[in-house]
């Protein structure tokens, strides 16, 4: 039985036999040994022993070293005296024939004269490491005495150096939790002989964690959370931090040091102590003409002297612009403005939108000085395709969760294929870094992907997923618990790759994104059939309940899984409780059609069928043509032909991007009026947009949906200058099928939009209902008449009838009707209300989960002296977590208080609108801007902004309790 004892102030963990005493230094010393104290000259207090056969180890110190190498003497000592019980001596070089008699084993960290003596002396080169971060670890025995060289070609080396003799010899694991420590009574300093060094030069991490998802931002960091943060990256050898822009911690109200530049500075000196080079990031993209006000900043801190000083290697800036959708013009603007200031700056750019380029295209734009980043998001690496980038630097980014990524993220199996390849390949040479990139909740739910991306970053070929995941366990768990942790590691990953839709992104592998990002989760129930080998894993794992329970390694492994999980089974009983509201409503309205409702003149009729001719109201515009029943563009025109591109599995392209007009329907000289298209979807993907209420697509609702992936998107261009956007998945679109006919239908009768796809309701959106929600001054324009028209993007779209008709304006509420299938309805019912309290039970259980975690509390944030020292941060926080009133599922899993006080309770408005539609029997299903759900929305988060802190109590037991508890009690519902 193995006991953990805290040392909270260094994030380290304590591990010992509950028969051995141990002390934490700096308390006294272990009774029952005898000591004597060595004050040499500016050492300060040290503890050697005199027990026969003890060990006694003495660090020298160079009399030349770095602050990067005294930072490695640091964490010798730091970690010898936690695994030993006391600290080693330290030792400058030229007092060392004094106290050499003592000790035992003498530890020779980074260069100094008394190394390079032995090294000459011994034969020993650094050739095998030169140009690189690689180190060499050796002992050797000379004059009765071991001594042990952990040194390189540059400062850092020796400080990795370091990390890796504690890791691989003493079973020390860096993890975001805390240092894992294994008390051992001697260090093994004999018979050593390591040679490594990196695959990747630039092994970069990203510090700024997007003010998006504000629970687990750096936004909120204090100076301490930043230090802990570059701790962990350095002993995980990265040696690249992505600082911050304007969204980190220059602008992060704190009761600490509110000048942003001293923080700035403060830090990044910090991280320079630790091996990181500076790397600007967006600098351009967020601020116009290049001026970003931390330009300055680097001149201060990266000055050649202050190169020096730190032992880098050469002279050079680094500069990181991601460009985030932007044109590529806007990118090479970008590196040219670096360049013309600092010729020789390093410039990277990666894919992350390739503006409708292929890769090869894409890198061939950017200027040759410009390392090319692929994100890995292809179906295949796309450096293949790309011939290497024609002999560009170039560098590999994975970003295992986006700043809506909640839940475990990627297929790890097939990241590890692939950077093992890259690693292997000679024609790869060029590629010369490895971003692992966190965007949204940095490592603190991705542990293992943390755990993983670090070694990957340093060498791909030395590790196999097999000995990631075994590694992993093995710095984690003592010996009696590792063969089931392993066994559980290895279903999750196998559950991550294999999950359906299965998809080679670098987002999480389930499709659980957030309802910031609109697509909430997947509409296909059949993609929750493996939630029970998930919770397989869960269980594997809870059989160690009782041996791990306040372990913090287990439980935070715990809370990744149970979260996932909780996802999973939230988002299949949201999706059965929509089904049940669709089900119950075809029920009461059986064959009938409510669709055409007030049909009043037609304005026209084109059957392509029949070939008919046009209407005078009714025209082709562009070079499209009608070539056996499918809308095809002329072959001898590229203007408006559109590029079907696959990145990735389930992702298309069309080039151009903007819209590109296919058919327009001119002013139905009405406010009241519905348009109809009758289609077949020949592609996999392709996109049919309705704009309605406006006299140009720039100033009407758009209504657009996509049947490949079930996408639906409201915009109300009309409201100003931050129109309203709308979006949700819906089953509506996503089952459409290729070999029948479909029928989509808009209606605009005064301020009320809805669309109907085969006779079910999909958009219910009423823009006056949304009036609070604009600009004052725009909010008495009217935005209830104009012209109205339709795309079809995707060649290839068989269109079978278009139509149009002026209707009456529909009545407050429909006429009642009798239920058409009251068994159906019935059973409809009692399945709605079933999966209304499942999805509250699992939101309570989720809750109760995050309440004992002190990484998902925004409690400090949220009360009202925060806030007051913050307005506009708080005001930033609260609007990010604002839903904007569409309908999405509610998958969030931010934090306790946020869940509770704002996601549940949407949650819980989403139920009793669907039951209170089953209760009035309506012939239609809450659809996508649904008033009432809407004005639900939009109160909850006045609500949220006056006053957020959450009435109900947090969870008081263990996070295991938290865990046993709910699953307890969602099966016991679920069974019911």
Not at 396 to 409: D, H, K, N, Q, R
Request: hydrophobic share 35%; with cysteine; proline share 5%.
């Amino acid at each position: 039985m193995m006991q953990a004892i805290c040392y909270a102030m260094c994030f380290v963990y304590l591990y010992t036999d509950v028969n051995q005493n141990y002390e934490i230094v700096g308390q006294s010393e272990p009774e029952g040994h005898d000591y004597q104290r060595w004050d040499g000259p500016g050492m300060g207090s040290m503890v050697l022993s005199t027990v026969a056969g003890a060990q006694n180890i003495a660090v020298i110190q160079s009399p030349d070293a770095s602050p990067i190498q005294e930072t490695a003497y640091r964490e010798f000592s730091r970690l010898t005296a936690l695994i030993m019980g006391r600290a080693p001596l330290q030792v400058k070089e030229n007092v060392l024939d004094h106290v050499r008699e003592r000790t035992t084993d003498i530890v020779l960290i980074g260069d100094s004269a008394l190394s390079n003596q032995i090294m000459r002396d011994n034969n020993i080169s650094l050739d095998p490491i030169t140009g690189s971060d690689g180190y060499l670890i050796r002992s050797v025995e000379l004059d009765g005495k071991n001594y042990l060289l952990i040194l390189g070609e540059r400062a850092v080396a020796a400080l990795y150096g370091v990390y890796e003799y504690f890791e691989r010899f003493c079973d020390v694991g860096y993890f975001p939790e805390g240092d894992r420590i294994l008390k051992k009574e001697k260090l093994p300093l004999e018979k050593l002989d390591i040679v490594d060094r990196p695959r990747f030069a630039h092994r970069v991490q990203h510090l700024e964690s997007r003010a998006v998802n504000l629970v687990q931002s750096s936004y909120y960091w204090n100076l301490d959370q930043y230090r802990h943060a570059i701790d962990w990256m350095a002993k995980n050898k990265f040696n690249m931090e992505l600082p911050m822009n304007k969204r980190g911690f220059a602008t992060n109200p704190s009761n600490e040091a509110n000048d942003g530049a001293f923080r700035y500075v403060a830090l990044e000196r910090y991280a320079m102590e630790r091996g990181f080079r500076y790397l600007l990031y967006h600098p351009f993209d967020v601020y116009p003409n290049g001026e970003h006000p931390d330009m300055l900043l680097p001149k201060e801190f990266n000055r050649q002297e202050d190169r020096e000083k730190y032992g880098f290697h050469d002279s050079v800036d680094y500069y990181y612009s991601s460009g985030e959708g932007g044109v590529m013009e806007e990118r090479i603007k970008n590196a040219l403005v670096v360049h013309a200031k600092d010729p020789e700056a390093k410039v990277f750019q990666d894919m992350w939108d390739l503006t409708g380029l292929s890769p090869t295209d894409f890198a061939n734009k950017l200027p040759d000085y410009v390392s090319v980043g692929e994100l890995m998001v292809f179906r295949e690496p796309a450096h293949i395709e790309a011939n290497y980038y024609g002999g560009k630097e170039w560098f590999m980014v994975w970003i295992p969760s986006l700043f809506w990524g909640e839940t475990l993220g990627g297929d790890l199996k097939r990241i590890v294929r692939i950077m093992r390849e890259v690693a292997e390949d000679p024609k790869a040479r060029k590629c010369d870094g490895f971003w692992p990139m966190s965007e949204g909740q940095y490592y603190w739910n991705h542990r293992l992907y943390g755990f993983a991306s670090a070694r990957l970053a340093w060498n791909p070929a030395d590790w196999t997923l097999d000995r990631l995941i075994k590694r992993y366990v093995e710095l984690r768990y003592d010996l009696p618990f590792r063969v089931p942790m392993t066994r559980a590691m290895n279903q999750l990953v196998e559950w991550m790759a294999n999950h359906d839709p299965a998809r080679p992104m670098h987002m999480q592998a389930p499709r659980m994104y957030s309802s910031v990002g609109g697509w909430a989760y997947s509409e296909n129930l059949a993609d929750y059939a493996d939630n029970p080998d998930l919770r397989h894993v869960l269980d594997t794992g809870l059989t160690l309940a009782d041996q791990l329970e306040n372990d913090p390694f287990f439980e935070s492994d715990l809370t990744e899984i149970a979260r996932t999980y909780y996802t999973q089974i939230w988002a299949s009983n949201f999706l059965e409780l929509r089904r049940a509201g669709r089900e119950a409503a075809n029920a009461v309205r059986g064959n009938r059609s409510y669709v055409t409702h007030g049909l009043d003149n037609v304005l026209f009729d084109v059957d392509f069928d029949r070939k008919q001719d046009e209407s005078p109201k009714f025209k082709l515009k562009g070079p499209w043509r009608v070539e056996n029943n499918v809308l095809t563009s002329d072959n001898d025109s590229n203007q408006y032909q559109p590029k079907k591109e696959e990145i990735a599995d389930g992702i298309t392209r069309l080039e151009p991007q903007a819209l590109h007009p296919q058919l327009i329907v001119v002013d139905p000289s009405s406010n009241n009026y519905a348009l109809s298209i009758q289609f077949q979807p020949k592609q996999e993907h392709g996109t049919i947009v309705f704009f309605v209420r406006g006299n140009n697509p720039q100033e009407a609702i758009t209504v657009k949906f996509n049947y490949g992936d079930g996408q639906v998107v409201v915009h109300a261009n009309g409201f100003g200058d931050h129109p309203q956007e709308l979006k949700q998945q819906s089953f509506g679109v996503y089952t459409l099928s290729d070999a029948t006919w479909h029928q989509a239908v808009i209606q605009a009768t005064g301020s009320l939009v809805k669309l109907y796809i085969d006779n079910e309701l999909i958009v219910n959106f009423d823009h006056q209902e949304r009036r609070g929600y604009i600009p004052i001054e725009l909010q008495e324009k009217k935005w209830d008449q104009g012209g109205f028209g339709i795309e079809v993007h995707g060649p290839g779209i068989a269109i079978k009838q278009l139509k149009a008709w002026t209707i009456n304006p529909e009545p407050p509420s429909l006429l009642a009707v009798t239920i058409e299938d009251q068994d159906k309805f019935e059973e409809a019912s009692l399945r709605a209300q079933k999966h209304a309290r499942l999805c509250d039970t699992i939101f309570e259980a989720m809750n109760n989960l995050l309440a004992t975690r002190p990484e998902f509390s925004v409690e400090k944030f949220i009360r009202p002296e925060y806030r007051a020292i913050d307005p506009e941060g708080w005001l930033s926080f609260s609007t990010s977590v604002r839903s904007n009133g569409f309908l999405r599922a509610y998958n969030r899993t931010e934090s306790f208080e946020v869940n509770e006080r704002v996601y549940r309770r949407e949650a819980q408005a989403f139920s009793s609108r669907v039951l209170e539609q089953i209760k009035s029997k309506s012939t239609e299903q809450v659809a996508i801007g649904d008033p009432k759900f809407c004005q639900g929305i939009h109160q909850i988060w006045r609500e949220w902004v006056i006053d957020p802190v959450p009435s109900r109590s947090k969870f008081k037991g263990s996070t295991t309790k938290a865990v046993l508890q709910g699953l307890a009690s969602i099966d016991n519902l679920d069974q019911n």
